[in-house]
Nanobody
Framework: QVQLVESGGGLVQPGGSLRLSCAAS????????VIWHRQAPGKQREVVGS???????TYAGSVKGRFTISRDNAKNTVYLQMNSLNPEDTAVYYC?????????WGRGTQVTVSS
């Protein structure tokens, strides 16, 4: 059974940092690209960034320079390091593992940026 589990969300003050984790089981995670999405209340889900199976990364313009995606294949985990957080980053964050013919989603973790 394949599972993706996000963790590391919580409440943080503006300007603060959080590191989210996306831990996979039941798949060879290193063979998958991983995309981080987020969905704020009342808004559509959007892509935050991605990391390929080879480690290449892309980022949405709104988070570029503040967020960093990395992966530890030995731990079957992908990370989203978020710095300089602002209230507009408040959302549920989801990870998605993707390769040809297969796609898996986590259930999300809440990130709230507020003073």
């Amino acid at each position: 059974q394949v599972q993706l589990v996000e963790s590391g969300g919580g409440l943080v003050q503006p300007g603060g940092s959080l590191r989210l984790s996306c831990a996979a089981s039941g798949i060879i995670f290193s063979m998958f690209g991983v995309i981080w999405h987020r969905q704020a209340p009342g808004k559509q889900r959007e892509v935050v960034g991605s990391i390929s199976s080879g480690g290449g990364t892309t980022y949405a313009g709104s988070v570029k320079g503040r967020f960093t995606i990395s992966r530890d294949n030995a731990k079957n985990t992908v990370y989203l390091q978020m710095n300089s957080l602002n209230p507009e980053d408040t959302a549920v964050y989801y990870c998605r593992a993707l390769r040809i013919g297969e796609e898996y989603w986590g259930r999300g973790t809440q990130v709230t940026v507020s003073s």
